[in-house]
């Protein structure tokens, strides 16, 4: 599973942005993909996730400011991200769980300035 992640760039404090991950397989076929990030000098964290049901689950920090979505016949999950704070910045990665393998995409930068 090869997936790439789009979307992200420099936004200021209480904007918006739309992150992208697209895959290379069939999203029916994929359980769980999500969206983690890494900000400078911190682990890498979980942002939301959902399953091929359109189970959600998101970080507390997240919650009620971003939305996650998939269009599994287009093999795309988006991350809408709104409100905006400068904690908000870091390298956003998608990943996708198959049989039990985790497959990460190549990240995408948000930058958020206050």
């Known amino acids: 599973v090869q997936l790439q992640a789009s979307g992200g760039g420099l936004v200021q404090a209480g904007g918006s942005l739309r992150l992208s991950c697209t895959g290379s397989?069939?999203?029916?076929?994929?359980?769980?993909i999500a969206w983690y990030r890494q900000a400078p000098g911190k682990q890498r964290e979980l942002v939301a996730d959902?399953?091929?049901?359109?189970?959600?689950n998101y970080a507390v920090s997240v919650r009620g400011r971003s939305t996650i979505s998939r269009d599994n016949a287009g093999n795309v999950v988006y991350l809408q991200m709104d409100s905006l704070k400068s904690e908000d910045t870091g390298i956003y990665y998608c990943?996708?769980?198959?049989?039990?393998?985790?497959?990460w995409g190549q990240g995408t930068l948000v930058t958020v300035s206050s």
């Open positions: 990943k996708a769980t198959q049989y039990g393998q985790d497959f």
């Open positions: 397989v069939s999203f029916f076929e994929v359980n769980t």
């Open positions: 959902i399953t091929v049901g359109g189970n959600t």
